[in-house]
């Protein structure tokens, strides 16, 4: 019995080491956006601002510098932790990490999204991605790629509108997931979805259902993801790392992806 168990131990060992990363041979693409005075934020939310603490020499002869940050969670690149949308599920700091690190799977949908800035990403859309590159494996992080972030800098053309306030939302117009989409990968038990858009409901949205759906779920997107376009569809690797905010229903991220050499 004894032996069973050190054996079915060493099989999962090397398993596992057998498929681990080799982070020592490839690079890594940064897809967060700096946060400055121009992030894109919710036409509602707080904007970033950042006020200069002292930068300098100080009187002891040693350089020093520091600064006051403020914001919405909700801004810039972030996560919507599942507690954003869905009563009792996982505020931020309780997102598990093996939500947040896993492979990574690249969805583009530019094209469509060129054509329909309302386009709302489907079931078939999925299984057209799976049809060509295998079906999506449990844990993975998936992204949409709709295109939009090259866009980020033109608030008005990344959002719909460069308005601020309650008025502004009803302009917004920009991709997203539609719920038949977010369902199927909900059923993929993916870790959590990423969309280069403000929001992973399109700009229209008047219920929200893809947060609702998601997030019911215990499933975490990040928006305003920045440019994929140097990423392949599969193989890469995703860590996806929020500030970890006690009880937060999102949260500033950092999100980077390897991608191994070829």
């Known amino acids: 019995m004894v032996l069973r ?6 099989a999962i060992y090397f398993s596992f080491a057998a498929s681990a990363q080799d982070f020592g041979n490839g690079r890594w693409v940064d897809l967060t956006h700096g ?3 121009r992030s894109v934020y919710w036409p509602t939310a707080r904007m970033f601002t950042k006020t200069e603490v002292f930068h300098g020499h100080t ?16 801004g810039g690149t972030h996560i919507d932790a599942p507690i954003h949308f869905a009563e009792n599920r996982n505020t931020v700091d309780k997102v598990p ?17 060129a054509a329909d800035v309302d386009y709302r990403v489907n079931a078939a859309d999925i299984r057209a991605f799976e049809a060509q590159h295998g079906r999506i494996p449990a844990g ?7 295109g939009r972030a090259k866009l980020y800098t033109d608030r008005a053309r990344y959002m719909g ?36 858009t403000p929001s992973i409901d399109y700009g229209q949205s008047k219920d929200f259902a893809t ?35 006690e009880g ?11 991608v191994p050499a070829r």
């Open 97 to 113: 990490l093996g939500q947040l690190i896993g492979p990574g799977v690249v969805i583009d949908i530019s094209r469509r999204a």
């Open 211 to 245: 947060h609702v759906k998601l997030m019911t779920n215990n499933v975490p997107a990040f928006e305003n993801v920045a440019e994929m376009g140097a990423l392949p569809a599969t193989g890469t690797t995703i860590v996806a790392l929020p500030m970890k905010i």
């Open 140 to 146: 993975a992080i998936v992204l949409l790629n709709t």
């Open 161 to 196: 509108t460069a308005e601020h306030g309650a008025e502004a939302v009803a302009k917004l117009h920009f991709p997203g997931l539609g719920v038949d989409a977010a369902e199927l990968l909900i059923a993929r038990r993916i870790g959590a979805v990423g969309i280069d």
């Open 248 to 258: 937060g229903s999102g949260g500033p991220l950092r999100i980077v992806a390897f």
């Open 35 to 37: 946060f400055n005075e």
């Open 59 to 74: 009187k002891g002869g040693w350089f020093y510098s520091a600064y006051d940050f403020q914001a919405a969670e909700h």
């Open 5 to 10: 168990v050190v054996l079915a131990l060493a």
